[in-house]
């Protein structure tokens, strides 16, 4: 009969057995996703990544020990953002994140099971110290991981996809539309979009907050990425601008995607009355045409699990997803409803 499992803090003499089973996990995930880095698949690879995540200026980690031989590990990092920060719009500002190669569980071992004691470990800290949002990055196809934290009370919030850029862009284009690369004179055209873009977020079911302190912080990115060597597309009819695609090099490409390929789509916006026509298509078109031709196999981007108009168009031009974003919130109330005789808060 299995011996049973203690629960401690991560140590660095802990990297070499958290690093094994890293690197076997992610070699099933490869195997399922090929657009994943190759090397993570080497156990040294993998512990130096581990490694950078658990030297983290807030960086936490547990291991699942079993008669001596660690079975499962979870590090991660506290997170602390400044309202007035560009990340704060689309960060949670105060909270824990499990990234996505923070973690892993010995094949054979009960997934559920062991992530449960991992994240007991690792909850009641962030709770005490009022970290309520918990955050865990997982790759699409590992069922059990997922059910695991399913089972933890933690939902889908977004999706990372990657295509290849050279496959063809299916769909019908939008006629009359010119695509354009945007110049730093377009700068309210891309401003008018992005504020579009926002908008479209914050409606329902994705209640996608906007965050009005990071505003200065938002204008500043835009023009320096219009100022940038990687583009932005616009889509124009005749003087009007109706649909923007804008790229970062690297931008937010998950750490397990390839790391010789980047490229990050960071918005893709058509304008509300303009939706549904082909715009959308005339632009990926065009964006993934310079990027074959600019030597970007790949091009990774995000979209809010509940976005109901664009999650459908990219899973139909390409894009398979390489990673999923789970958050769970906790009642407030946790921190002063304890339960003691007397206690009002």
Same mark, same amino acid.
């Given at each position: 009969? #299995?011996?049973?499992?203690?629960?401690?803090?991560?140590?660095?003499?802990?990297?070499?057995?958290?690093?094994?089973?890293?690197?076997?996990?992610?070699?099933?995930?490869?195997?399922?996703?090929?657009?994943?880095?190759?090397?993570?698949?080497?156990?040294?690879?993998?512990?130096?990544?581990?490694?950078?995540?658990?030297?983290?200026?807030?960086?936490?980690?547990?291991?699942?020990?079993?008669?001596?031989?660690?079975?499962?590990?979870?590090?991660?990092?506290?997170?602390?953002?400044?309202?007035?920060?560009?990340?704060?719009?689309?960060?949670?500002?105060?909270?824990?994140?499990? #990234?996505?190669?923070?973690?892993?569980?010995?094949?054979?071992?009960?997934?559920?099971?062991?992530?449960?004691?991992?994240?007991?470990?690792?909850?009641?800290?962030? !709770?005490?110290?009022?970290?309520?949002?918990?955050?865990?990055?997982?790759?699409?196809?590992?069922?059990?991981? /997922?059910?695991?934290?399913?089972?933890?009370?933690?939902?889908? @919030?977004?999706?990372?996809?990657?295509?290849? @850029?050279?496959? #063809?862009?299916?769909?019908?284009?939008?006629?009359?539309?010119? !695509?354009?690369?945007?110049?730093?004179?377009?700068?309210?055209?891309?401003?008018?979009?992005?504020?579009?873009? *926002?908008?479209?977020?914050?409606?329902?079911? *994705?209640?996608?907050?906007?965050?009005?302190? @990071?505003?200065?912080?938002?204008?500043?990115?835009?023009?320096?990425?219009?100022?940038?060597?990687?583009?932005?597309?616009?889509?124009?009819?005749?003087?009007?601008?109706?649909? *923007?695609?804008?790229?970062?090099?690297?931008?937010? @490409?998950?750490?397990?995607?390839?790391?010789?390929?980047?490229?990050?789509?960071?918005?893709?916006? !058509?304008?509300?009355?303009?939706?549904?026509?082909?715009?959308?298509?005339?632009?990926?078109?065009?964006?993934?045409?310079?990027?074959?031709?600019?030597?970007? /196999?790949?091009?990774?981007?995000?979209?809010?699990?509940?976005?109901?108009?664009?999650?459908?168009?990219?899973?139909?031009?390409?894009?398979?997803?390489?990673?999923?974003?789970?958050?769970?919130?906790?009642? /407030?109330?946790?921190?002063?409803?304890?339960?003691?005789?007397?206690?009002?808060?």
């Amino acid at each position: 009969m #299995p011996g049973h499992i203690q629960v401690r803090p991560l140590l660095d003499d802990d990297l070499p057995a958290c690093a094994t089973l890293l690197a076997a996990r992610h070699r099933a995930d490869r195997a399922r996703l090929p657009f994943l880095e190759g090397t993570l698949e080497d156990p040294a690879a993998a512990g130096e990544v581990l490694g950078a995540i658990c030297r983290g200026q807030f960086a936490e980690g547990v291991v699942a020990v079993r008669d001596g031989r660690v079975v499962g590990f979870c590090a991660a990092n506290r997170v602390f953002i400044a309202p007035t920060d560009f990340a704060a719009q689309f960060v949670p500002p105060r909270s824990a994140m499990v #990234p996505v190669l923070g973690h892993a569980v010995a094949a054979g071992e009960n997934a559920t099971d062991i992530y449960r004691l991992l994240y007991a470990a690792l909850a009641g800290r962030w !709770v005490r110290d009022g970290l309520l949002i918990h955050r865990v990055e997982v790759v699409p196809g590992d069922r059990e991981t /997922e059910e695991a934290w399913v089972n933890l009370g933690f939902g889908r @919030t977004m999706t990372a996809a990657t295509r290849l @850029t050279g496959a #063809p862009v299916d769909g019908r284009p939008a006629a009359g539309v010119r !695509v354009d690369r945007a110049t730093p004179e377009d700068i309210a055209a891309v401003r008018q979009l992005s504020l579009e873009l *926002m908008e479209h977020h914050r409606s329902s079911p *994705m209640f996608w907050p906007a965050i009005p302190e @990071t505003e200065p912080a938002m204008e500043r990115f835009l023009q320096a990425s219009l100022a940038g060597e990687t583009p932005t597309f616009l889509a124009w009819e005749g003087e009007r601008a109706i649909g *923007m695609q804008s790229f970062l090099l690297p931008g937010f @490409t998950p750490p397990n995607v390839r790391n010789d390929q980047r490229l990050y789509l960071f918005e893709g916006v !058509v304008a509300r009355a303009a939706r549904g026509g082909g715009v959308g298509t005339a632009l990926l078109r065009a964006s993934m045409a310079w990027a074959a031709a600019s030597g970007h /196999e790949l091009c990774t981007l995000h979209w809010a699990s509940g976005n109901y108009s664009g999650a459908p168009f990219w899973l139909a031009h390409g894009f398979v997803p390489v990673q999923h974003t789970m958050e769970r919130r906790i009642d /407030e109330r946790a921190l002063w409803a304890r339960g003691e005789p007397g206690h009002t808060g």
